[in-house]
């Protein structure tokens, strides 16, 4: 006879034919793998930016990525086989939050052979073309859903507004990073701290600048739609803004060998988790929210300035550097009203 309890704290349920493989202790595995597989996309793309006569599909970087792949694969499809064998139907046999994940494996897959088709029949593609390719298209979106994996089932086996676990106060930052993180691979072009733009774009380049000042723009909406979001869910613990800032920097630093962003992640992220600690924003503290929502871009982006300002020469004028700071802060404070709407936010201050 069967017997089942429900699922409690991210513990497996359990039935007497055996455990099911789900909860925390899968997160955990489904994180590692994911994190050889990101590794090898940012390998890739270092390969990409470092060696301009690259013209194979057989690399050392394609080795990671598509091992890394292997890997995820073998950890999802194999858990879900492993609980099926254990008496569990094949919908139980999913772990929760991993539903998006198990479609992607065969996605990627197909992708991947596409790719290698792709590179035959056409060349390698450099730059934007690179991005835009329909065979990197295809592996972008699977690679987002698969990194979105640990976050979904945290999202799933938590409650709103509560504080959490201890285990999962450090799933958290590290399921968020896994999202930033392939956002900033796939839009590296317009990423500030690849182009190090204020220090090399010059007025007469207006053009260079307006796409400089958008890049600041389109990764603040990145980075706060994801801060946000988890702020609609969670209580974030101390240390999680530096960790998530830090762990985005760390790779995109090696892009273009521009090693001063890993500082300033480290003193923004630090400076943001104290403003964090100190207005404990969320939708039920709006006005805290906003602030904090237009504080944290603002902070990253000054800090991000005054570094380059004292370890370089900053060819911008002021209105523009300032101006570009402000921008950021306008960007998340108008992303803020996604999350609580107006009409909400006099409910929520009543």
Known sequence: MTARVSELGGRATIFSSGQLIRGRSFDVAMTAACAWLLSGGFLDAWAHNHIPSLETFITPWHAVLYSGFLV??????????????????WRESVPAGYELSLLAVPAFALGGVGDMFWHILFGIEKNTD??????????????????????????????????????????????????????????????????????????????????????????????????????????????SFTFLFTLNAIPLSFMQDHHIVIPIAIIAGLLVDILYRQLKPS????????????????????????????????????????????????????????????QEDGMMSA
């Open 72 to 89: 995820v694969a073998v950890v999802m499809v194999g858990t879900v086989i492993i609980n099926h064998m254990r008496g569990y139907s």
């Open 130 to 239: 690179a991005i835009l390719s329909p065979t990197h298209l295809l592996l972008m979106i699977c690679f987002g859903v698969l990194m979105a994996g640990p976050f979904r089932a945290l999202w799933r086996r938590t409650r709103p507004g509560r504080a959490l676990e201890r285990p999962d106060r450090l799933l958290a930052p590290v399921a968020l990073s896994l999202i930033l993180l392939i956002f900033s691979l796939v839009t590296q072009a317009l990423n500030p701290y690849l182009s190090l733009a204020p220090t090399n774009i010059y007025t007469t380049q207006s053009n260079e600048q307006m796409l400089a000042v958008a890049s600041i723009i389109l990764q603040t909406i990145i980075l706060m739609s994801i801060i946000l979001l988890a702020l609609n869910r969670w209580q974030l613990a101390f240390g």
């Open 283 to 342: 939708r039920a503290r709006v006005g805290e929210l906003r602030i904090f929502a237009a504080a944290a871009p603002t902070i990253l982006y000054l800090v991000y300035f005054l570094a380059l300002l004292l370890t370089s020469t900053i060819v911008w004028s002021i209105h523009l550097a300032l101006g570009s700071v402000v921008v950021s802060g306008i960007t998340g404070w108008l992303l803020s009203y996604l999350l609580v709407p107006p």
